[in-house]
């Protein structure tokens, strides 16, 4: 696990031979937020905290990963996106929509047309700002940037005039500077 901003960690975990996905935790002063999370190596104690909530954010259905045995380890609320809901095998215990403002000032934005259901991005104050995508986009700091379909640049546009500097997707590097201007370069190619 790695601190990029105060109060603003990321880590790691294989997923499928020789493919990586990234997870976020968000430390705000009254909850703990976990972003399309799985279990790090460190185990889930770093995030228990007495006065502090956990709060588990889906990106997408996809993503639930390791969110119900957080919930259960941590007693952890699961929070997800409205229009993934019909794709998920868990029910969560709140929904959000685009727009929503979340738990440590986080933002939705719904990436209406995205090839996942109800793929929201997240913006998180932390930092510079830093943009959240599960699967929307494939972004490296020193390689070229992707989408999974053509049809998600499309998606992607409404993100274009956000005020952040970095990007972490869960396929991909985090891209710690430049980020806003690296996605409007990537939609406009």
């Not at 889930?44 to 119900?68: C, G, M, Q, W």
């Not at 700091?141 to 952040?164: I, M, T, Y």
Request: charged content about 20%.
């Amino acid at each position: 696990m790695e601190q990029l901003f105060p109060g603003f960690y990321c880590w790691s975990a294989p997923y499928r031979p020789g493919r990586e996905a990234y997870s976020v935790w968000v430390e705000g002063n009254n909850e703990n937020v976990l972003i399309d999370p799985h279990t790090p190596e460190e185990g889930l104690s770093r995030f228990s905290h007495p006065s502090k909530a956990i709060i588990v954010l889906l990106t997408t259905a996809n993503h639930e990963r390791d969110a119900y045995s957080i919930k259960l380890g941590l007693r952890a609320e699961i929070w997800a996106p409205e229009a993934a809901l019909n794709d998920m095998d868990m029910v969560p215990d709140r929904v959000y929509s685009s727009d929503d403002e979340l738990p440590c000032g986080i933002q939705a934005y719904h990436l209406e047309g995205s090839h996942s259901d109800g793929e929201t991005a997240l913006l998180v104050p932390s930092g510079p700002g830093v943009l959240v995508i599960g699967d929307g986009l494939v972004a490296h700091p020193n390689d070229a940037w992707r989408v999974f379909v053509s049809h998600e640049r499309a998606a992607l546009q409404p993100l274009k005039n956000l005020a952040f500097d970095a990007i972490v997707t869960s396929h991909g590097a985090p891209v710690l500077a430049g980020g806003a201007a690296g996605l409007r370069t990537f939609l406009e190619a």
